[in-house]
């Protein structure tokens, strides 16, 4: 198994599974909440939205238990940097922890980061003493300046949200790991669970998925899936792998031969 | 008096507080947040603070997202 003191530090807190997970699109709110529990995920991220005034509808939260889960609010829908800390000051308020996904949002077909909005926003709710969890481009020089920034983390994509495509460039990744100190998390982009072993095996520090999961056909499996790829590639990281070879090196010895 | 209560128009009565208008609409205390003219009112400040007519008011709440 793991080791046990092969922990996640986000911000000063300690996190056993390298896995979080969204809480969007799910079929029922009991759906949600048992793919939560299979995933294995501690912290798992919410949006903010206006109540609904009509009484009878249930909420989210009814289903979750606090106590297991740490909270991280998103801005998504956000598309500059003063609606995405109006949007955290709310969630504060809320929630009552500093922890946010910060996203803002550059168009509504790609989904992809608006990082000149992205940095004045992190920038201002630094200071306001968030910690903040970047969602950004897999660009180095923007997780460099993030970090500088202050952020307890940086949230490079592997592809577009809710895409499926996979890590499209592992090598940008890689480059945004040896560069940066705090901890990289792929958000979004994960399709299937070798998604997510290949981004842990790159050594990555967690991985952030809502779509993989809440979409598949089966989203309860497709959760323990997930929650086995982020382990076994951490494992498969942390063993470190094989050179690749162009040619064949044989496993059975040619000593003792009979032929 | 006029409050646009989440982007809706709604007639709330006079002299009414936050705290007064969630027990109103029947919303929990916990877990939420209210702005009021786009200035968030701290939970601590939700029984004393008055309403006016034509306040903008937002109660938002978290939902399921990625």
Not at chain 1, 161 to 186: A, D, F, Q, T, W
Request: charged residues 25%; glycine residues 10%; aromatic residues 4%.
């Amino acid at each position: 198994m793991t080791n046990k003191t092969d922990k996640l530090v986000i911000g000063g807190r300690e996190f056993s599974s390298r896995l979080m997970v969204g809480t969007g699109k799910y079929a029922s709110f009991e759906q949600t909440a048992q793919a939560l529990e299979i995933s294995g995920a501690e912290i798992i991220t919410v949006a903010v939205r206006r109540v609904n005034l009509d009484r009878s509808k249930e909420s989210l939260l009814d289903y979750i238990d606090l106590k297991k889960y740490t909270l991280l609010p998103n801005t998504a829908g956000c598309y500059t940097a003063d609606d995405a800390v109006r949007t955290c000051l709310l969630a504060r308020e809320a929630g009552m922890s500093d922890f946010v996904k910060l996203e803002v949002l550059g168009d509504e077909k790609t989904l992809f980061p608006d990082n000149e909005e992205l940095l004045k926003a992190a920038k201002v709710l630094v200071g306001e003493g968030f910690t903040v969890l970047p969602y950004c481009s897999d660009d180095v020089i923007l997780c460099k300046k993030l970090e500088d920034l202050g952020c307890a983390a940086v949230m490079p994509l592997g592809a577009p949200i809710g895409s499926g495509l996979g890590i499209r460039n592992p090598y940008n990744i890689k480059i945004i790991l040896e560069n940066v100190k705090v901890p990289v998390i792929v958000d979004a982009g994960v399709g299937s669970a070798s998604d997510a072993a290949i981004a842990m095996e790159l050594g990555c520090d967690g991985v952030l998925m809502n779509t993989a999961i809440a979409c598949a056909q089966d989203p309860i499996a497709m959760a323990e899936a997930m929650k086995l790829a982020v382990i076994a590639g951490r494992l498969s990281y942390k063993a470190g792998r094989i050179p690749r070879k162009l040619y064949a090196n044989a496993s059975s010895p040619l000593e003792g031969m009979f032929l | 008096m006029k409050i646009l209560l989440n982007g809706e128009d709604t007639e709330q009565s006079d002299g009414i507080t936050i705290a007064g208008l969630l027990t109103h609409l029947g919303i929990g205390l916990d877990r939420v947040a209210v702005e009021v003219n786009q200035a968030i009112v701290p939970k601590t400040k939700h029984e004393t603070h008055l309403l006016s007519d034509g306040d903008r008011i937002e109660i938002v709440h978290f939902v399921g997202g990625g």
